[in-house]
């Protein structure tokens, strides 16, 4: 428990120093000789830098008016209640999860090589243009990409993370509400796909909170009008066809449900009605989402390695493709026909289907 909290503690400080360090900087910054052999054997703390800082710098700023001064302030540790609270290992892919104190910001760590190189040298710059060109989309609001500059040791052992994503959080304003613990979260995927942790492990030996961290399932259904769905169908149409481009595919649609008498204070800088809250044709929820996790490119090598596997295995498992094995083309198309079957049109429109 002691190792956990102070690797922690550590992550955290490293984040706190490399987006609070002014003036900031793309790129190596110099050191002594001395600092340099002192950070590369460091297991916990690690010295991270802003990766491509200008480019993140316009989107918060021009795309998605965020005040730099109100954002470097929300990661200071100024006493109680400030800077970066620990929200632990959400997911199996080991990532280790930060939020500001005021809840406006989420730090991601990106373990894996393949998945922190995919979006640094080939999917940044397209996001980027992207994102300016369409400020309506649903894929998460990613401020700042921080990573080591040099090898240290604590990244190369695995024990510390080498690259963080900071992102916008859509559930900003869950903790100020009146009614926090009646806010639900689904984080969905394809569920037809070959999961080894759910599908090779008996049904005694896995347990519930091991398969809670594969995917949710949403057993109710969004009931929206017509209109509102067709705007939905647009957005994942567009943000699901730019990630196809990238070949990107294990991504995720991340639902938010809350009562609908729960008042937002203020909303997230964004032209699109699902960021903010799309209120149920029933009057009781208001639903938001918001896309998250496109950092798996099917043709890196371990997708590649992975698809080899899989492939041996189905001539006598016949367990069908993973997520992270399909194409991107494939994805696509069972992501968008399971983001239709969520939905519910209660205004005695036809049935809608969302296009593959």
Not at 104 to 130: D, G, I, Q, T
Not at 167 to 173: F, K
């Amino acid at each position: 428990m002691w190792e956990s909290h102070g690797r922690e503690k550590a992550i955290s400080r490293s984040i706190h120093r490399a987006l609070t360090r002014e003036p900031y900087s793309q790129g190596i910054q110099s050191h002594s000789w001395v600092m340099c052999i002192y950070n590369f054997f460091s297991l916990s703390y690690v010295r991270l830098s802003r990766v491509s800082a200008e480019l993140f710098k316009h989107l918060r700023n021009e795309v998605w008016k965020i005040d730099d001064t109100d954002y470097t302030n929300a990661f200071r540790h100024q006493g109680p209640n400030t800077g970066l609270v620990a929200v632990g290992d959400l997911g199996y892919s080991g990532s280790a999860f930060f939020r500001t104190a005021n809840s406006r910001y989420l730090a991601k760590s990106l373990p894996r090589s393949a998945e922190h190189r995919f979006f640094k040298e080939e999917l940044l710059v397209p996001y980027y243009e992207y994102m300016k060109a369409h400020t309506d989309s649903l894929l998460v609001h990613i401020t700042d990409l921080l990573g080591v500059p040099s090898p240290v040791l604590g990244t190369m052992v695995g024990y510390a993370p080498s690259h963080h994503v900071i992102m916008e959080n859509i559930m900003y304003d869950r903790e100020q509400s009146t009614e926090p613990n009646l806010w639900e979260t689904y984080d969905l995927k394809p569920i037809d796909y070959f999961y080894p942790e759910r599908d090779l492990v008996p049904e005694p030996l896995t347990s519930r909170a091991v398969k809670s961290r594969l995917y949710d399932h949403f057993k109710d259904k969004v009931r929206v009008t017509k209109t509102q769905f067709q705007n939905l169908r647009r957005l994942l149409e567009q943000d699901t066809m730019f990630l196809k481009s990238g070949n990107t595919v294990d991504y995720s649609l991340f639902l938010i449900r809350y009562p609908a008498h729960i008042l937002s204070t203020e909303s997230l800088e964004s032209s699109s009605e699902w960021s903010r809250g799309v209120t149920s044709t029933d009057g009781k929820w208001k639903y938001r989402v918001v896309l998250l996790d496109f950092f798996w490119a099917k043709h890196k090598l371990p997708a590649q390695a992975m698809t080899g596997v899989v492939q041996t295995f189905n001539v006598v498992g016949r367990k069908g493709p993973m997520s992270i094995t399909t194409t991107a083309e494939e994805y696509r198309e069972k992501f968008l026909q399971m983001a239709d079957g969520l939905v519910e049109l209660t205004d005695d429109q036809p049935e809608c289907r969302l296009a593959k």
